[in-house]
């Protein structure tokens, strides 16, 4: 049975960095299309980033987001099952419940590229979530 487990989130002071980590387990990680999404205080959940599991897999961004395309990086460690979120010059507005969330399927991955986005609905399996809070 797939499970995620996310880790790092922690508060921090605006401008601040943070690296988020999906641990991907119980199924095989390759071909999988994992993503990020937040979702912050009474608000709902969006999409941030995708990344399809292979080596060198490619890399997608909500480009409803510009910001955040310019300060956050997804990237893998494939041999360690794992997807970070790499988030720099943190604001505010960052302020979020990240989640690490999985197609088992692949193919949603895709649907970032003609959308520009993802979507809750696509994906099957969820992590508990990671809190990030920032502060001014």
């Known amino acids: 049975q797939a499970q995620l487990a996310e880790f790092g989130g922690r508060s921090v002071q605006a401008g601040g960095s943070l690296r988020l980590s999906c641990l991907v387990s119980?199924?095989?990680?390759?071909?999988?299309?994992v993503a990020w999404f937040r979702q912050p205080p009474g608000k709902e959940r969006e999409s941030v980033a995708a990344l399809y599991t292979i080596p060198n897999g490619a890399t997608y961004y909500n480009r409803n987001l510009q910001a955040v395309q310019e300060r956050f990086m997804i990237s893998q460690d494939y041999n360690k099952n794992t997807v970070y979120l790499q988030m720099n010059n943190l604001n505010p507005e960052d302020t979020a419940m990240y989640y690490c969330?999985?197609?088992?399927?692949?193919?949603?991955?895709?649907?970032?590229?003609?959308?520009?986005?993802?979507?809750?609905?696509?994906?099957?399996?969820w992590g508990q979530g990671t809190q990030v809070i920032v502060s001014s």
């Open positions: 119980g199924v095989d990680y390759t071909r999988r299309c």
């Open positions: 969330a999985a197609d088992l399927g692949g193919s949603v991955c895709g649907d970032w590229y003609v959308r520009g986005y993802g979507e809750v609905a696509d994906y099957g399996v």
